[in-house]
Protein backbone atom coordinates (compact mmCIF):
# COMPACT_ATOMS: atom_id res chain seq x y z
CA UNK A 1 0.00 0.00 0.00
CA UNK A 2 1.22 3.50 -0.85
CA UNK A 3 2.28 6.02 1.73
CA UNK A 4 -1.17 8.29 0.74
CA UNK A 5 -3.14 5.21 0.45
CA UNK A 6 -2.02 4.48 3.96
CA UNK A 7 -2.66 8.23 4.95
CA UNK A 8 -5.87 8.14 2.88
CA UNK A 9 -6.76 4.94 5.45
CA UNK A 10 -5.83 6.80 8.53
CA UNK A 11 -8.10 9.94 7.79
CA UNK A 12 -10.79 7.69 7.28
CA UNK A 13 -10.45 5.62 10.40
CA UNK A 14 -9.14 9.01 12.91
CA UNK A 15 -12.71 10.32 11.46
CA UNK A 16 -14.71 7.08 12.90
CA UNK A 17 -15.52 5.49 9.53
CA UNK A 18 -17.25 2.09 10.32
CA UNK A 19 -14.84 -0.61 9.30
CA UNK A 20 -16.78 -2.30 7.40
CA UNK A 21 -17.04 0.36 5.15
CA UNK A 22 -13.24 1.30 5.01
CA UNK A 23 -13.03 -2.60 4.13
CA UNK A 24 -15.07 -2.68 1.11
CA UNK A 25 -13.62 0.66 -0.40
CA UNK A 26 -9.79 -0.92 -0.07
CA UNK A 27 -11.44 -3.90 -1.90
CA UNK A 28 -12.99 -1.91 -4.39
CA UNK A 29 -9.12 -0.53 -4.57
CA UNK A 30 -8.01 -3.85 -5.42
CA UNK A 31 -6.91 -5.49 -2.66
CA UNK A 32 -7.38 -8.80 -1.05
CA UNK A 33 -9.33 -8.97 1.90
CA UNK A 34 -6.44 -9.57 4.03
CA UNK A 35 -4.72 -6.86 2.99
CA UNK A 36 -7.54 -4.51 3.53
CA UNK A 37 -7.96 -6.36 6.86
CA UNK A 38 -4.24 -6.16 7.77
CA UNK A 39 -3.48 -2.78 6.89
CA UNK A 40 -6.73 -1.35 9.13
CA UNK A 41 -5.30 -3.03 11.71
CA UNK A 42 -1.71 -2.10 11.57
CA UNK A 43 -3.43 1.96 11.84
CA UNK A 44 -5.70 0.72 14.85
CA UNK A 45 -3.06 -0.91 16.82
CA UNK A 46 -0.70 1.86 16.28
CA UNK A 47 -0.27 4.23 19.65
CA UNK A 48 -0.57 7.48 17.38
CA UNK A 49 -4.08 6.77 16.16
CA UNK A 50 -4.70 5.63 19.63
CA UNK A 51 -3.45 8.96 20.89
CA UNK A 52 -4.87 10.96 18.42
CA UNK A 53 -8.10 9.56 17.61
CA UNK A 54 -9.97 10.78 21.21
CA UNK A 55 -8.78 14.54 19.64
CA UNK A 56 -9.98 13.83 16.45
CA UNK A 57 -13.62 13.05 18.26
CA UNK A 58 -13.37 16.19 20.42
CA UNK A 59 -13.30 17.76 17.57
CA UNK A 60 -16.05 16.62 15.76
CA UNK A 61 -18.32 16.52 18.68
CA UNK A 62 -17.19 20.54 19.21
CA UNK A 63 -17.76 21.34 15.63
CA UNK A 64 -21.53 19.23 16.11
CA UNK A 65 -22.21 21.58 18.99
CA UNK A 66 -21.78 24.83 17.13
CA UNK A 67 -23.20 23.63 14.27
CA UNK A 68 -26.55 23.06 16.40
CA UNK A 69 -25.93 26.55 17.61
CA UNK A 70 -25.63 28.00 14.17
CA UNK A 71 -28.57 26.49 13.55
CA UNK A 72 -31.10 27.71 16.25
CA UNK A 73 -29.37 31.50 15.55
CA UNK A 74 -29.34 32.06 12.16
CA UNK A 75 -30.82 35.50 11.23
CA UNK A 76 -32.11 36.37 7.65
CA UNK A 77 -28.86 37.40 6.37
CA UNK A 78 -28.59 41.33 7.51
CA UNK A 79 -27.34 41.93 11.09
CA UNK A 80 -30.26 43.09 13.56
CA UNK A 81 -30.74 46.90 13.48
CA UNK A 82 -31.71 48.67 16.44
CA UNK A 83 -32.72 52.72 16.82
CA UNK A 84 -32.43 54.31 20.32
CA UNK A 85 -31.14 51.53 21.90
CA UNK A 86 -29.65 52.43 25.47
CA UNK A 87 -26.15 51.80 26.50
CA UNK A 88 -27.52 49.74 29.04
CA UNK A 89 -29.74 47.12 26.74
CA UNK A 90 -26.91 46.98 24.63
CA UNK A 91 -24.62 45.54 27.24
CA UNK A 92 -27.60 43.37 28.28
CA UNK A 93 -28.91 41.88 25.47
CA UNK A 94 -26.11 42.34 22.84
CA UNK A 95 -22.55 42.14 24.44
CA UNK A 96 -23.18 40.22 27.00
CA UNK A 97 -25.15 37.34 24.25
CA UNK A 98 -21.82 37.94 22.22
CA UNK A 99 -24.46 38.81 19.45
CA UNK A 100 -23.16 41.93 16.80
CA UNK A 101 -26.47 44.72 16.22
CA UNK A 102 -26.23 47.71 14.30
CA UNK A 103 -27.31 50.61 16.49
CA UNK A 104 -29.15 53.24 13.64
CA UNK A 105 -28.31 56.95 14.07
CA UNK A 106 -25.72 56.04 17.20
CA UNK A 107 -23.72 59.49 16.13
CA UNK A 108 -26.24 61.51 14.46
CA UNK A 109 -25.77 64.65 16.53
CA UNK A 110 -21.81 64.31 16.38
CA UNK A 111 -20.49 67.31 14.08
CA UNK A 112 -18.01 64.94 12.97
CA UNK A 113 -20.67 63.87 10.65
CA UNK A 114 -19.62 67.20 8.70
CA UNK A 115 -15.84 65.80 8.40
CA UNK A 116 -14.87 67.02 4.65
CA UNK A 117 -11.54 65.32 3.70
CA UNK A 118 -9.86 68.94 3.00
CA UNK A 119 -11.10 69.78 6.64
CA UNK A 120 -10.02 66.83 7.92
CA UNK A 121 -6.08 66.74 6.56
CA UNK A 122 -5.93 70.88 7.78
CA UNK A 123 -6.14 69.95 10.74
CA UNK A 124 -3.66 66.70 10.79
CA UNK A 125 -1.36 69.67 9.80
CA UNK A 126 2.14 69.50 8.92
CA UNK A 127 2.90 66.22 10.55
CA UNK A 128 3.14 63.04 8.53
CA UNK A 129 0.28 60.19 8.93
CA UNK A 130 0.64 56.74 8.40
CA UNK A 131 -1.45 55.04 5.60
CA UNK A 132 -0.94 51.64 3.81
CA UNK A 133 -0.10 51.94 -0.18
CA UNK A 134 0.60 49.68 -2.80
CA UNK A 135 -2.25 47.08 -1.62
CA UNK A 136 -3.52 46.75 -5.22
CA UNK A 137 0.16 44.47 -5.65
CA UNK A 138 0.31 42.91 -2.13
CA UNK A 139 -1.39 39.43 -1.76
CA UNK A 140 -2.13 39.52 1.64
CA UNK A 141 -2.21 43.84 1.93
CA UNK A 142 -4.45 43.68 5.37
CA UNK A 143 -1.89 40.90 6.88
CA UNK A 144 0.82 42.52 5.81
CA UNK A 145 0.41 45.74 6.57
CA UNK A 146 3.93 46.58 8.32
CA UNK A 147 5.83 46.18 4.64
CA UNK A 148 3.16 48.63 3.04
CA UNK A 149 3.20 51.52 5.82
CA UNK A 150 4.61 54.65 4.70
CA UNK A 151 4.37 58.21 5.93
CA UNK A 152 2.97 61.08 3.69
CA UNK A 153 1.97 64.12 4.31
CA UNK A 154 -1.64 65.20 4.99
CA UNK A 155 -1.69 67.50 1.52
CA UNK A 156 -0.88 64.38 -0.50
CA UNK A 157 -3.48 62.50 1.39
CA UNK A 158 -6.07 65.09 0.65
CA UNK A 159 -4.63 64.81 -3.09
CA UNK A 160 -5.06 60.39 -3.06
CA UNK A 161 -8.50 61.40 -1.75
CA UNK A 162 -9.68 64.23 -4.28
CA UNK A 163 -9.40 61.94 -7.19
CA UNK A 164 -12.79 60.05 -6.07
CA UNK A 165 -11.34 57.17 -7.60
CA UNK A 166 -12.68 54.09 -6.54
CA UNK A 167 -9.33 51.99 -5.49
CA UNK A 168 -8.13 49.99 -2.32
CA UNK A 169 -4.24 50.91 -2.76
CA UNK A 170 -3.72 53.55 -0.35
CA UNK A 171 -5.89 53.28 2.82
CA UNK A 172 -5.13 54.86 6.16
CA UNK A 173 -6.28 51.60 9.10
CA UNK A 174 -6.92 51.84 12.81
CA UNK A 175 -3.05 51.07 13.14
CA UNK A 176 -2.08 54.77 11.68
CA UNK A 177 -2.33 55.96 15.68
CA UNK A 178 -3.61 59.29 14.70
CA UNK A 179 -5.54 59.25 17.73
CA UNK A 180 -3.26 58.64 20.20
CA UNK A 181 -1.67 62.34 18.69
CA UNK A 182 -2.08 65.83 19.55
CA UNK A 183 -4.47 65.77 16.87
CA UNK A 184 -6.30 63.22 18.86
CA UNK A 185 -7.58 65.50 21.64
CA UNK A 186 -9.36 68.02 19.03
CA UNK A 187 -10.78 65.28 16.52
CA UNK A 188 -12.34 63.15 19.59
CA UNK A 189 -14.58 66.97 20.62
CA UNK A 190 -16.52 66.10 17.41
CA UNK A 191 -17.03 61.90 18.74
CA UNK A 192 -18.31 62.89 21.95
CA UNK A 193 -19.06 59.27 22.76
CA UNK A 194 -20.61 58.94 25.82
CA UNK A 195 -19.53 57.78 29.02
CA UNK A 196 -22.49 55.37 29.49
CA UNK A 197 -21.01 53.76 26.42
CA UNK A 198 -17.21 53.33 26.36
CA UNK A 199 -14.89 54.43 29.51
CA UNK A 200 -13.69 58.45 29.37
CA UNK A 201 -10.16 57.74 31.17
CA UNK A 202 -8.74 56.20 28.36
CA UNK A 203 -10.85 57.23 25.22
CA UNK A 204 -7.90 58.04 22.85
CA UNK A 205 -5.77 54.91 23.43
CA UNK A 206 -8.77 53.32 22.84
CA UNK A 207 -10.52 54.27 19.37
CA UNK A 208 -8.87 54.82 15.99
CA UNK A 209 -9.58 56.23 12.67
CA UNK A 210 -10.12 54.86 9.53
CA UNK A 211 -9.99 56.55 6.72
CA UNK A 212 -10.12 56.04 2.78
CA UNK A 213 -11.34 56.46 -0.46
CA UNK A 214 -14.79 54.40 -2.21
CA UNK A 215 -13.55 50.80 -2.58
CA UNK A 216 -11.18 49.43 -0.11
CA UNK A 217 -12.03 46.65 1.30
CA UNK A 218 -10.40 44.94 4.83
CA UNK A 219 -10.30 41.01 4.00
CA UNK A 220 -11.64 38.87 6.81
CA UNK A 221 -10.34 38.42 9.92
CA UNK A 222 -11.07 38.77 13.58
CA UNK A 223 -10.45 40.99 16.28
CA UNK A 224 -9.46 40.28 20.15
CA UNK A 225 -11.81 42.47 21.36
CA UNK A 226 -15.08 43.70 21.18
CA UNK A 227 -15.27 47.24 19.22
CA UNK A 228 -17.90 49.18 17.64
CA UNK A 229 -17.53 50.96 14.81
CA UNK A 230 -19.16 54.07 13.95
CA UNK A 231 -19.40 55.18 10.28
CA UNK A 232 -18.85 59.12 10.25
CA UNK A 233 -18.72 60.13 6.72
CA UNK A 234 -20.20 57.76 3.45
CA UNK A 235 -20.68 54.39 3.51
CA UNK A 236 -19.83 50.96 4.15
CA UNK A 237 -20.92 47.31 4.25
CA UNK A 238 -19.60 44.85 6.61
CA UNK A 239 -19.88 41.13 6.33
CA UNK A 240 -19.86 38.96 9.35
CA UNK A 241 -19.57 35.56 10.37
CA UNK A 242 -20.04 33.44 13.35
CA UNK A 243 -16.80 32.50 15.14
CA UNK A 244 -18.43 29.20 15.53
CA UNK A 245 -18.61 28.49 11.98
CA UNK A 246 -16.37 25.66 11.38
CA UNK A 247 -15.68 26.26 8.03
CA UNK A 248 -14.56 29.31 9.34
CA UNK A 249 -11.06 27.80 11.39
CA UNK A 250 -9.52 26.33 8.61
CA UNK A 251 -6.76 28.15 6.81
CA UNK A 252 -5.64 30.91 8.91
CA UNK A 253 -3.13 32.97 9.17
CA UNK A 254 -3.36 33.86 12.38
CA UNK A 255 -5.92 36.58 12.35
CA UNK A 256 -6.54 36.78 9.15
CA UNK A 257 -8.24 34.05 7.20
CA UNK A 258 -6.17 33.06 3.96
CA UNK A 259 -8.93 33.19 1.67
CA UNK A 260 -9.47 37.08 2.40
CA UNK A 261 -13.17 36.86 0.99
CA UNK A 262 -15.30 35.17 3.61
CA UNK A 263 -17.85 34.91 0.61
CA UNK A 264 -15.24 32.01 -0.53
CA UNK A 265 -15.44 30.31 2.68
CA UNK A 266 -19.13 30.47 4.08
CA UNK A 267 -22.32 29.90 2.33
CA UNK A 268 -24.88 32.68 2.05
CA UNK A 269 -26.77 31.81 4.87
CA UNK A 270 -24.16 31.76 7.02
CA UNK A 271 -23.21 35.22 6.77
CA UNK A 272 -24.58 38.33 8.05
CA UNK A 273 -24.33 42.01 6.50
CA UNK A 274 -25.15 45.39 7.49
CA UNK A 275 -24.88 48.81 5.09
CA UNK A 276 -23.87 51.72 7.55
CA UNK A 277 -24.80 55.43 6.95
CA UNK A 278 -23.17 58.01 8.54
CA UNK A 279 -24.03 57.99 12.32
CA UNK A 280 -24.38 54.57 12.45
CA UNK A 281 -22.58 52.29 14.73
CA UNK A 282 -21.74 48.39 14.32
CA UNK A 283 -20.64 46.67 17.83
CA UNK A 284 -18.39 43.78 16.31
CA UNK A 285 -18.16 41.21 18.75
CA UNK A 286 -14.68 39.53 20.09
CA UNK A 287 -13.53 36.86 17.45
CA UNK A 288 -16.47 37.57 15.00
CA UNK A 289 -15.25 37.18 11.00
CA UNK A 290 -15.57 40.57 9.49
CA UNK A 291 -14.44 42.14 6.28
CA UNK A 292 -15.78 45.89 5.20
CA UNK A 293 -15.93 47.52 1.44
CA UNK A 294 -16.33 51.23 1.44
CA UNK A 295 -19.30 52.26 -0.83
CA UNK A 296 -17.86 55.64 -1.36
CA UNK A 297 -15.47 58.06 0.38
CA UNK A 298 -15.15 56.85 3.45
CA UNK A 299 -14.29 57.70 7.46
CA UNK A 300 -14.82 56.03 10.33
CA UNK A 301 -14.09 55.47 13.98
CA UNK A 302 -13.54 52.43 16.04
CA UNK A 303 -14.23 52.42 19.78
CA UNK A 304 -12.76 49.76 22.18
CA UNK A 305 -12.89 51.14 25.51
CA UNK A 306 -16.35 49.43 26.39
CA UNK A 307 -17.80 48.60 30.05
CA UNK A 308 -16.74 44.59 30.19
CA UNK A 309 -13.66 42.56 29.58
CA UNK A 310 -12.25 43.80 26.62
CA UNK A 311 -8.70 41.68 26.08
CA UNK A 312 -8.98 38.34 24.74
CA UNK A 313 -5.39 38.51 23.02
CA UNK A 314 -5.62 35.10 24.06
CA UNK A 315 -8.12 34.20 21.61
CA UNK A 316 -6.37 33.11 18.16
CA UNK A 317 -7.45 29.99 16.27
CA UNK A 318 -5.31 30.63 14.15
CA UNK A 319 -1.74 30.23 16.00
CA UNK A 320 -3.41 26.46 16.86
O1 LIG B 1 -13.40 49.66 8.15
C1 LIG B 1 -12.67 48.75 7.80
O2 LIG B 1 -12.13 48.72 6.70
C2 LIG B 1 -12.41 47.61 8.74
C3 LIG B 1 -12.85 47.86 10.14
C4 LIG B 1 -12.50 46.70 11.04
O3 LIG B 1 -12.19 45.63 10.59
C5 LIG B 1 -12.52 46.84 12.49
O4 LIG B 1 -12.88 47.91 13.02
O5 LIG B 1 -12.15 45.86 13.16
Redesign the pocket.
Known sequence: MTNDQQRWLADLLLEGAPIIEVEHKLRHLGHSETEALNAIEAILSSPIFAAARPKVQLGQRLACAADLHQKVCRGDGFVPRRHDLSAERFYHEWLSHHQPVVIDGFAKTWSALDWTVSELTDRFGDTPIEVLSGRDQAAHPDRDFRQLTRQIHPKEWEQILSTNEASNDD?M??RNHLMQGSIGRHLIQDTPISSQWVRQDNLLDCC?L?M?PKG???AA?H?TCH?L?VQLVGE?T?DLASPLIVETLIDLEPYYHRQRNLKEVCEEEQLSSATLKPGDALF?PVGWW?????LSL?V?M?FNGLHAANDYADYCPGRL
Open positions: YVASWGTFTHDAFKFLHQATASGS
